[in-house]
């Protein structure tokens, strides 16, 4: 495991144009299975649970969740039996993100939408908590108090790395961006890129997730906003063209980009600099959010092309 993630600044001919130092915080390297935004949501997770004596962390996603994939390979190596909530049919058990998710060991309890819908409801979590004695709850995503802190720490890093104006990351439950605004402290501007249609529909539907997470000192916070028009069609949708566009900037700067967060995060970068947004001399960071073992399920779904993406080797259990 990597301590501090590497600040990479970025060669290509976009950013040049304007006049603009654009760099990118690799926090996709700081580990090969639980990299990116992953890591820093769960670890303090980890040790509040092991610390209460928990023996299991229980926690929720969909058939393709990159949490669920992390938080079994890190209950694994920490000495702890993980369980997993899933959204949708037991088949989904053999996809590639869950069939190496029960390599390192995690259960997993396939059920049906509705039922998943009540993930955040106290009788349904005290309902599970019996089920499932000694299990320390982590919501979907990851994103709870515990997980702001450990995002909090990329702005420690980063100010250790770098003097920049802005900064992005990608928006799905919120607690990254949360956890960034919250360690920020109202230094730079911070830039989430909504990924979910959702927040398209309802403009305050990701800024109030975002709202929810945040103590009440940052909860006036005023330097960062969510773009939300950005999604692209809707989770996980994406055209031809944006593949395309996601594909030709990896190729040329040799930074690896999924479609589903980081690769949306770029392309909402690439059009906010065509659009001028940025002023001349502006120094903007990008944070890679990890995430690339979902190009494994895009790949087995037909979704992406696997021979133009670099899809991560997992690293078996022994
Ligand atoms: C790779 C990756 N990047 C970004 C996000 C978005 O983070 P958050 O859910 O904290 O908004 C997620 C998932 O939730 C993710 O898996």
Not at 145 to 158: K, N, P, Y
Not at 183 to 198: M, S, W, Y
């Amino acid at each position: 495991m990597m301590n501090n993630s590497p600040l990479q600044l970025i060669k290509h001919s976009a950013f040049v144009q304007q006049k603009l130092m654009v760099y990118i915080k690799r926090d996709d390297l700081l580990h090969p299975i639980i990299s990116g935004n992953k890591w820093r949501k769960l670890k303090y997770n980890l040790i509040h649970a092991k610390k209460n004596n928990k023996t299991n962390i229980l926690s929720f996603g969909g058939a393709y969740s990159n949490h669920i994939h992390a938080l079994a390979f890190a209950c694994y190596q920490q000495g702890l039996a993980s369980i997993g909530i899933i959204r949708g049919e037991p088949h989904y058990a053999n996809n590639f993100t869950l069939s190496w998710a029960q390599h390192w060991g995690i259960k997993l309890v396939f059920v049906d939408r509705k039922t998943y819908k009540k993930r955040h409801h106290p009788d349904y979590l005290q309902q599970l908590q019996i089920q499932f004695p000694n299990s320390f709850i982590v919501p979907e995503g990851g994103s709870n108090t515990l997980a702001l802190r450990g995002m909090s720490e990329v702005i420690d890093e980063l100010n250790q790395q770098l003097e920049f104006d802005s900064l992005l990351c990608p928006v799905g439950s919120g607690g990254t961006l949360a956890g960034l605004v919250l360690g920020d402290a109202e230094q730079h501007n911070i830039i989430g890129v909504g990924v979910l249609k959702q927040g398209a529909d309802n403009q305050d539907y990701l800024k109030n997730e975002v709202k929810a997470l945040l103590p009440n000192r940052a909860k006036n916070y005023k330097n960062w906003h969510i773009e939300n028009e950005m999604h692209r069609g809707g989770y996980a949708k994406f055209s031809v063209l944006d593949e395309k566009r996601i594909l030709d900037f990896s190729n040329t700067t040799n930074i690896p980009f999924e479609p589903v967060y980081s690769g949306k995060m770029l392309l909402a970068l690439l059009d906010l600099v065509e659009q001028g947004y940025f002023p001349a001399g502006h120094k903007i960071v990008m944070l890679h959010t990890g995430g690339l073992q979902g190009l494994g399920g895009l790949a087995e779904r037909k979704l992406i092309n696997a021979q133009q993406w670099h899809i991560p080797q997992q690293v078996p259990r022994t």
